[in-house]
T-cell receptor, first 115, second 111 residues
Framework: KAGVTQTPRYLIKTRGQQVTLSCSPI?????VSWYQQTPGQGLQFLFE???????NKGNFPGRFSGRQFSNSRSEMNVSTLELGDSALYLC??????????????FGPGTRLTVL | GQSLEQPSEVTAVEGAIVQINCTYQ??????LSWYQQHDGGAPTFLSY????GLEETGRFSSFLSRSDSYGYLLLQELQMKDSASYFC????????????FGKGTRLHILP
């Protein structure tokens, strides 16, 4: 079974631009979460989608948005990029049945650099 | 609110045993999970405690005490490849709630 995939793996943008990142979850997983990871800050939760609906949202400005498609694939968008948005963006998927719903499977991440 | 506290760094010697602690403040949760992340890699699931006590998976064990709001990850027979960051995470009681991660503990292993 294929793992979580994220595209692109690396991205360089300049301040003020916008960016769209893509995530394909493991087949059969309906929940997709996005995290921002920066040195010393751990995994900062951005949002979670389930069945095309945003279920939870972290404490990030409205420049950060996302969506999920009917095939569970998800995208996140960051508009008006700032230098502080440089980070590793991780996507994770999980099943929703019983104990298994606690385990998240992470993709390799997209390394975003804002210049 | 919900928060998780972990030491930022821990150093141990190859072949030894190390314990990484996680204390939490949260109102009701289903269980405590642990993830490992190597430099440049993605976090990978290590273990999960739904009940108090010890869960063992090979060289790794995880412990939970709800009465003490405390858990730990125990790594035995340390190998150089265990050098990584380790995150604890709280699984909420409500499946509609998000998983909360600690800031991670960087484990340094000396030869």
């Amino acid at each position: 079974k294929a793992g979580v995939t994220q595209t692109p793996r690396y991205l360089i943008k300049t301040r003020g631009q916008q960016v769209t990142l893509s995530c394909s979850p493991i087949s059969g997983h309906r929940s997709v979460s996005w995290y921002q990871q920066t040195p010393g800050q751990g995994l900062q939760f951005l949002f979670e989608y389930f069945s095309e609906t945003q279920r939870n949202k972290g404490n990030f400005p409205g420049r950060f948005s996302g969506r999920q498609f009917s095939n569970s694939r998800s995208e996140m968008n960051v508009s008006t990029l700032e230098l502080g948005d440089s980070a590793l963006y991780l996507c994770a998927s999980r099943r929703e049945a019983g104990r298994a719903y606690n385990e998240q499977f992470f993709g390799p991440g997209t390394r975003l650099t804002v210049l | 609110g919900q928060s998780l506290e972990q030491p930022s760094e821990v150093t141990a010697v190859e072949g030894a045993i190390v314990q990484i602690n996680c204390t939490y403040q949260t109102s009701g949760f289903y269980g405590l999970s642990w993830y490992q992340q190597h430099d440049g890699g993605a976090p990978t699931f290590l273990s999960y405690n739904a009940l108090d006590g010890l869960e063992e998976t090979g060289r790794f064990s995880s412990f939970l005490s709800r009465s003490d709001s405390y858990g730990y990850l125990l790594l035995q027979e340390l190998q150089m490849k265990d050098s990584a960051s380790y995150f604890c995470a709280v699984v909420p009681m409500n499946r509609d709630d998000k998983i909360i991660f600690g800031k991670g503990t960087r484990l340094h292993i000396l030869p």
